[in-house]
């Protein structure tokens, strides 16, 4: 018997409750998880603040509880959308599944013969990277809406202090 | 005597009547015509929906009653204009006249020395690519805009289904 | 019916007899042929004397006599093995069969599940582009090896001047 | 005693009145300059008409009346905010401090553990090279702006006409 | 008190019995371990088989044992040395300290002020990735000097008959 | 008048005192000098130690006492020889003549419409980068073979405790 290996990939800025909705939903349908970063290259912005190394550890940390195996595997964007599942599957374990909503994604995937499943639902009034990038800016409570592990790496790496850093504007 | 060779360049998302009517024009001036495929990386997106190859095969099948030979070459981005007449230079057999009406285009040529000649005009209204995309993702009737060798390839590579799909919107 | 397309890779630096006698081969048994121009972005150097677009030439003026219509497609390296029948793919119009005794392309092919064909065999001792490259360094007779649209095309673009010059070794 | 080296970046484009304030008061405190070039591989466009190559030129003549050694480098963006203090430091002569107002390049090199000095103010209501172009487009007088020196050099490279050019809508 | 996260690369083609004693060595010096996975972009090569997403599989497999937390990050070749710490800080979650005997990575981290400490020693008569390939190669006993997870990984993506068929000399 | 401005490019690793010769040659027979700085992204190996920025140096203080404006312009390696002129143009300021006995730079740049003119003769059997860094490595004198500017850059950022280190074997 086969194992069988689920692929699910985000941007990540930062993980949050409502990915790990979805990630523990899949976790019980596959034997193995590869989540892939993306845009792996972009950091220090407004809507990417945190490196690919620093999104390897919230996604890591976060999943720690998981009972299977899972891979965290950052994913350069190409700007080459006919190339890009290439480039996902030589980065990352060999996978049998696809999760994602994308329609772009869904289009890439289905065209290289790869089986897409939609992912589940969860509360994306509050659970969507750019509200709680937001809230981190303007000083508000970020915190209920992220893993505690997620906490604890954005404290490691000042990471708030980034974000309101790149945020101001050019004053002078 | 020797030959006298045109360049043509367009994003060619998809090949439509437009151009067939400028390149029979060019066809009548020049004794052979090379076609560049510009944006040649880009492709599964709304703007930008067919591949590099998917578009050397419009072009190809659009111009093979033309009596002159032509050539149909993908031209990547480089995002570096001071550079890109060479980029061009490389990839097509060498011409000696360019046709563009495109400031950026006419400036680039020019200031490499470059001749370049004024397209002519046709009805832009209608035969405008972003236009015929829209009435493909309208399930309108775009193919009285383009020749029937398009009409063809586009069937082959499902196109209208991969323009459909990436033009929705995110739905979760 | 649907077409059945192949593929057919090489450096053509440059295009020769023996190509020739493979292409024409190959163009036995598809319906259409796609030639892609490998190493696209090399050239003036000893091993890679002819720009993508000159080599599009040789290749365009060699075939004009086959009954099957056939397109010459440069392909630039990306040096990235894993990714390369994607790139190749996205620039070239969709095929259903590669032809290929190179073991590194006919693995990627099989791996990516794209039918690989051997192809045939011809004199190996005088059609070889190192061995023609030389003739022409040297001024001896390299013509009778190469198609007489190849020789046109050399010497427009004055390529054994070129040739013999990025040859010589800085002499100061 | 070892010389104390700053590091000053910007686009220039052009080289303008305020950025000449801002450099004589930094040479003021350090004992060599280094002036970076920012997203030197753009030009030919409304928003960046000079090549690196120009401003190189605006650059290094603006500044020979310094009494203290410059140098002038041009820096290629990359798009990694998180490699870009490195590759500024690769290009650029080695350097003690930073002067910057912008908060993204203030983050960077105080991530990087590089000083950073606050730069002086000076009149951005009329020296802003976004309002210098759009004089040059409008044919209204930009020199009363930019330091003689590169007048000169915007003559010799034809640089208002290249502007005006590329900034023409597609008229067809 | 605070986390001491150590980082350790090779290119592990394959990972080995070797590879895997360093790392163990290393484990009990440091709370935590990032595994770089050097040229990722690199495979189906006699140097290197295996894409990095194979490699990141059996890295973790590998280390699944191991009672420390650790993370596999492929790490892309940019042939810019000066750049290149950045490059792995920014793909990697952040370090303390990098064991390494290669002296180009122990000059390029101690340039960056990373503290380096050396690796043990192990039998590198046998434990050489390129010694390992060439059992492979020749059908010779492999499995010895690998751990079993690296085995399966092996098995399952076929890397075997992957490595031979690209070791093959072009026979036509 | 219009100013003549020449072009010598070298990869200056490190500046000596031929080159040093060479360049005071062609300043008497040009108004500006613009020296090109090639490999730009290479540091950090036996063969190119010293980066962009610390070259931009060298050659900056070596020419200080130069009656003539010169420019340092780092070139960064495209791989392309078919834009490399392009490329080199719009990182350096306009430039009349190319001066230069490397036949693949000459055929270049006469390719491209550039005049060419050769460089003079100098001691090449010591004055050659690759004998003063054996010197380097070595521990013998490399001081009398560079000007006194040159030495100064290199003891500022330890270059030769740089290249040493590099210079050894992996030892383990």
Known sequence: MTTERGFFIGRFQPVHDGH???IEQIAGEVDELVVGIGSAGDSHSVGDPFTAGERVMMVTKSLESLSITTYAVPIEDLNRNAVWVSHVQSMAPRFDVAYSNNPLVVQLFTEAGVEVRSTGLYD???LKGSKIRQLMIDGDDWR???PAAVED???EIRGVERLRQVAEHDDF
Chains 1, 2, 3, 4, 5, 6 share one sequence.
Do not use: F, G, N, S
């Open 153 to 155: 790496v954005i404290e």
């Open 20 to 22: 790990l909705q979805l």
């Open 144 to 146: 209920q809406y992220v």
């Open 124 to 126: 994306r009034d509050h």
